[in-house]
């Protein structure tokens, strides 16, 4: 297989990470890492300026040296102001993240014999717009050509629902990983995997179940002892190792007994899987809990569904089987392998999206398009508000998908294609609704929502608003993300300012269009209805990294040592 047809699908976890491609019969296959494991410690050992350990290695310096160890790195993806310092240099969660899959790309290198560079990179499907823009900022930092970016559920559910193309089929996918949870519903209609509804918590995962576990050992060890072996990092880290180790052992046996050696102090502390399941228990209860709002929003209940997919380590623990099954009324289905199966739906969907030369697709006469569909808005909505930018037209709504044709003969089949693959379409959604901060008749902010949560990617929204003053000159559009009708309960991601505008009274007509695409990036045009000036932009998220900076990151990394 030519170097062309290979993108690979990279599972970039809080944890782990995982990469796959896809070969020449369609079979998705995992890419072993140069230590011979199917997934890489998402951990990064420093051991001098510009050299890292990463992965197995890294993992073995949290105790012995916990200073120079970036792990859990995911979880500060997209903030502002965030930096961590290693040996005097100062390193953003896109710089720590871009030396894990670095070190995935020179792994890539090594099993391929040759340079490898297109990916598509996954996330969890709550993850806000700086959370994915920093992501694929840390593969352009790692010399990675991003070609897509994809809901970490999405991409199981292709590696589930390929085998299962042609029925009607709804399911969950439940996608709890080291640091994150999702909880997504798709739809296996024909030839078609469409998302209907989604919601997570990027602040949950398997590590919230370690700190809890570390917690009560510690606090019995305090209660016996008076001292902490949390206050200092290497005793922390041993304990937290250990609190690890007990908790896969108790996804298998119903004891395990975590040894704790502080200030020339011993304990061992003996715990159970009811003790266990006890303190975790408003955990898997969280987690239930945003499967009945997903189920809300889908308009669906436990009955609607045909299975429960369970997706990430985390989902191995017993406890979070039990009460799935207790919630829906059956047992999930646990037949995909929960550490795999994401890059591995990465990989298919680089294929279907960006690959119409693979040998798995290039003997069909059918081609990957993009299927639009056009739904016109009322003609003449009402408004009895008079906003910075007033809708005078109401929108219409532009929708689009990554196609790949059915069979004219089979419609509701997919096409076999001689390469291996059947034909499939990939609808994903809007996880966050997109909005613009407008001003009402009385002057006061408002937000109004351009692009609701759900929407199918790709979508276009066009709204027409107004000038609020008179002999206004410049137009600023202040983007908004998320659920709330006023500043304060939504976030600003962004801004476009058309300027050098002719005074003109208040009132004047305004376009603005949202473009938001299947990486759930956003482009925002401006448009001066009457002269016909426009301002275009790719929202720059705050606190992403400058074009400089980027190339500089990428240099550094690519003159460093990684191993």
Known sequence: MSDLDIVLG?????????MAYVDRFGKPQIIVSADGEATVPSVVYFY????????GEAVKMVVADPSNVARFVKRSMGEEDFTLEYFGQGYTPQELSAIVLRRLKNDAEEFFGRPISD?????????????????AEAGAVAGLNVLSIINEPTAAAIAYGLDRMGTTHNFMVFDLGGGTFDVTIMRIEGDTLRAVATDGNAELGGKDW?????????????????????DDPQPYQELYERCLAAKLALTTQPRAVIPVNYRGRRMAVPITTAEFNDMCRDLVEQCTDTCEIVLEKAGMRWPDLDDVVLVGGATRMPMVHDELAR????????????DECVAMGAALAGVYRHRRGH????????????????EPAPAHPEHSESPTLRDEEGPSLVEATIVLPPAAAQPHAPAKLSGGLPGLTITDIATHPLGIIVLDANLRERIVELIPEAS????????????????????????????????????????VILDRLPPRPRGTPIDVIYRYNTDQILEVDIIDVETGAQRSATISIKGSLSQDRI??????????RIR
């Open 551 to 560: 190339e500089r990151a990428r240099a550094n990394i690519g003159r460093a």
């Open 359 to 374: 040998p798995a697709i290039s003997g069909s006469s059918q081609a990957l398009g993009i299927e639009e569909t056009v």
């Open 119 to 135: 990916a598509v990179v996954t996330v969890p499907a709550y993850f806000n717009a700086a959370q994915r823009a920093a992501t």
């Open 210 to 230: 370690d700190d809890r576990l570390v917690s009560h050992v510690a606090e019995q060890f305090v209660s016996r002892f008076g001292v902490d072996p949390r």
């Open 10 to 18: 990279i599972d970039l976890g809080t944890t782990y990470s995982a």
């Open 48 to 55: 001098d300026n510009d050299a890292f350990v990463v992965g």
């Open 456 to 495: 199918a990617l790709p979508t276009e929204k066009r709204g027409r608003f107004a000038y609020a003053y008179d002999n206004m000159t410049a137009v600023r559009v202040q983007i908004t993300e998320g659920h709330g009708t006023s500043r304060d309960e939504v976030m600003v991601i962004g801004d």
């Open 327 to 338: 919630r829906s009324g059956v047992r999930p289905n646990a037949e995909l392998n929960p």
